[in-house]
């Protein structure tokens, strides 16, 4: 294997996202993270204090969401979420960014709305992802320009999707990409060594897991992260070493 079974772990932030998801659902999921040593957990806002609690001496950092998933709050609403789920015990912040200004190509709100984030986040000490929700932008120039305005403001990540940015097609039903290799390179040849990548959505297997990792990814958001360690595990001890080639891009978290 190309990868130690710690550094695909410690390559992904096991999401608890899912609106259905309750208090129980995130406790089994934090223990969870913990049992595989995860980097983190992305956990919903409000239970960012008691998985602070949890997750307390582990090595499996707390992260959480602002924003989410539509990136239309005003920005002063997302500096108050980053700031409450910092003093909460946060230390990652995944932040999704204003979409419909992005589109509208209104660049200095949407490099304004990003820099306050990141100043606030970095106040505390955390860290930020800024999510781009690739599947609502219709070409590469606007990934690009998102990449070198979190650049210019200091973010520390930039991140493919939110894992619920589902398109309508003309036939009525929602479709979903999530990461893509071409996006993952993309971003990852765009920005700096400064800025890493997080993709997120379509890494639902170990394949694709260590493709993500080939392309650049630091960081991973999945649910399946039993599902993929796991299968590692029994590749492992089947003294398998050799993978097929995982495709990106089939789904949501």
């Not at 690739?134 to 210019?152: Q, S, T, V, Y």
């Not at 996006?183 to 993500?212: E, I, N």
């Amino acid at each position: 294997m190309r990868y130690t079974l710690e550094e695909l772990a410690k390559s992904i932030d096991h999401s608890l996202l899912q609106p259905t998801m309750t208090d129980s659902d995130l406790e089994v999921g934090c223990q969870q993270a913990i049992a595989y040593g995860t980097a983190s957990v992305c956990i919903k806002p409000y239970y960012v204090r008691r998985a602070a609690e949890l997750l307390a001496g582990t090595g499996v950092a707390v992260g959480t969401v602002i924003g989410f998933p539509h990136g239309g709050s005003v920005t002063e609403v997302k500096r108050y979420e980053t700031e409450i789920a910092c003093k909460d015990g946060a230390t990652e912040i995944d932040m999704v960014i204003n979409i419909g200004k992005a589109l509208s190509g209104d660049w200095e709100y949407v490099e304004a709305d990003i820099r306050t984030v990141t100043e606030e986040a970095h106040r505390h000490g955390a860290i930020v992802k800024v999510i781009f929700e690739n599947d609502f932008m219709p070409d590469d120039a606007i990934k690009i320009r998102l990449c070198h305005l979190c650049e210019k403001v200091n973010a520390d990540f930039v991140k493919t999707s939110t894992g619920y940015g589902f398109v309508k097609g003309a036939d009525g039903k929602y479709s979903y990409k999530g990461a893509t290799e071409h996006d993952l390179a993309l971003m990852r040849t765009t920005c700096s060594p400064k800025v890493q990548v997080k993709a997120a959505g379509g890494v639902r297997d170990l394949d694709a897991l260590m493709r993500a990792r080939d392309l650049g990814t630091t960081r991973v958001g999945a649910t399946a992260t039993a599902v993929m360690l796991e299968e590692y595990k029994r590749r492992v001890a089947a003294g398998e070493t050799e993978e097929t080639a995982g495709e990106l891009g089939a789904g949501g978290y």
